[in-house]
């Protein structure tokens, strides 16, 4: 896996973008452009908050991002991630190594604790981020609405190192 650079964001986004119309991955409900992505692509910092991609033959084929979580200093020790894969690579151990990757990549980055958002229906993902240690931290119940019905979040986390 390497440092993402601008020349990755329009894969970037198609990768995003191919899990939409599932509703099982992100609450955006439309297509985004890389125009709309870009401001989130510059908050990575590599020393900090890495954007991360792993390729295949040279093409971005999945991508990790480290964020901050809720924005305020006191959080600091704490990042969410995000893992998106091109759909051909959905179920071949992609994300396993990803977030392998994000956990042993943690310390070094001055995090103690890793987070994920995940819709409770995404039993995949769910079942991906359990098989690293996480823990279901909490649940909001149907805080999301798509397509005139409602989906819950479940909060997922790891401790990867104490303060």
Same mark, same amino acid.
């Given at each position: 896996?390497?440092?993402?650079?601008?020349?990755?964001?329009?894969?970037? /986004?198609?990768?995003?973008?191919?899990?939409?119309?599932?509703?099982?991955?992100?609450?955006?409900?439309?297509?985004?452009?890389?125009?709309?992505?870009?401001?989130?692509?510059?908050?990575?910092?590599?020393?900090?908050?890495?954007?991360? /991609?792993?390729?295949?033959?040279?093409? /971005?084929?999945?991508?990790?991002?480290?964020?901050?979580?809720?924005?305020?200093?006191?959080?600091?020790?704490?990042?969410?991630?995000?893992?998106?894969?091109?759909?051909?690579?959905?179920?071949?151990?992609?994300?396993?190594?990803?977030?392998?990757?994000?956990?042993?990549?943690?310390?070094?980055?001055?995090?103690?604790?890793?987070?994920?958002?995940?819709?409770?229906?995404?039993?995949?993902?769910?079942?991906?981020?359990?098989?690293?240690?996480?823990?279901?931290?909490?649940?909001?119940?149907?805080?999301?609405?798509?397509?005139?019905?409602?989906?819950?979040?479940?909060?997922?986390?790891?401790?990867?190192?104490?303060?």
């Amino acid at each position: 896996m390497r440092i993402a650079n601008p020349k990755d964001l329009p894969r970037i /986004v198609d990768i995003y973008n191919s899990t939409i119309a599932g509703r099982k991955a992100t609450a955006d409900t439309q297509a985004v452009t890389v125009e709309q992505r870009q401001g989130w692509f510059d908050r990575h910092n590599p020393d900090r908050r890495p954007l991360l /991609v792993e390729e295949d033959k040279g093409r /971005v084929i999945g991508w990790l991002g480290f964020e901050d979580f809720y924005g305020r200093p006191a959080y600091g020790a704490t990042a969410e991630l995000s893992i998106y894969l091109d759909p051909a690579y959905r179920g071949t151990g992609l994300g396993s190594r990803m977030l392998q990757e994000a956990i042993d990549r943690a310390p070094s980055l001055g995090l103690h604790n890793l987070v994920a958002f995940v819709f409770s229906h995404n039993a995949e993902s769910i079942r991906l981020f359990e098989k690293f240690g996480f823990q279901t931290w909490g649940e909001l119940p149907d805080v999301a609405c798509m397509d005139e019905r409602e989906y819950s979040l479940t909060i997922l986390g790891l401790r990867v190192s104490a303060a």
